[in-house]
């Protein structure tokens, strides 16, 4: 009778250590999202109609980005767009990962006028930068104990110039 009570005792003992150890993370969340503010400074041009925060692995050489490369993106509400708003708060969810490249895009009426290219050239108006060194894209990196948070500045009183290209690109696919 002892030993059955001993043997039941140990099973039951060891039964939360059996059951508990197919859990990937332990107790550690995984964050598989970016969170984050677009601040904007100055007037937008009055031919703004659209305008999305977007993220990929690399950034192209050439400002030429196929869709297929895009691996998430948040369009800023149509109301806050056309309301001219100062700032948005955004969060993209994505797959566990490094992105080297976040921007905001904007739409101009313009573009959608332009049938030779496709879906139109938008404009780039800023790019998630490293907070340590300005002059650098910033990276991010997702899966981590923690959720990614970035602040990109859109400044529509001086041109963008983006990180190592002029600020217009083309949008392909």
């Given at each position: 009778m002892k030993r059955k009570l001993l043997i039941v005792?140990?099973?039951?003992?060891?039964?939360?250590?059996?059951l508990g150890s197919k859990c990937d993370y332990g107790i550690k969340p995984r964050y598989t999202a970016v969170e984050g503010d677009v601040i904007f400074r100055g007037e937008w041009p009055e031919q703004a109609i659209m305008s999305f925060i977007v993220v990929v692995d690399e950034k192209p050489a050439e400002l030429v980005l196929d869709t297929k490369l895009l691996k998430g993106f948040f369009q800023i509400p149509e109301y806050d767009v056309m309301s001219r708003t100062d700032s948005v708060h955004f969060n993209i969810e994505l797959n566990e990962g490094?992105?080297?490249?976040?921007?905001?895009?904007?739409?101009?009426?313009?573009?959608l006028n332009n049938p030779e290219n496709g879906l139109g050239w938008r404009n780039l108006a800023g790019e998630y930068r490293d907070e340590s060194f300005p002059s650098q894209l910033g990276s991010v990196n997702i899966g981590e104990?923690?959720?990614?948070?970035?602040?990109?500045?859109v400044d529509f009183e001086t041109p963008y110039q983006g990180v190592g290209n002029p600020g217009y690109f083309h949008l392909e696919g």
């Open positions: 005792g140990l099973v039951l003992l060891a039964l939360p250590f059996l490094v992105y080297n490249w976040i921007f905001v895009a904007i739409l101009d009426s313009s573009a104990d923690s959720k990614p948070y970035i602040k990109i500045i």
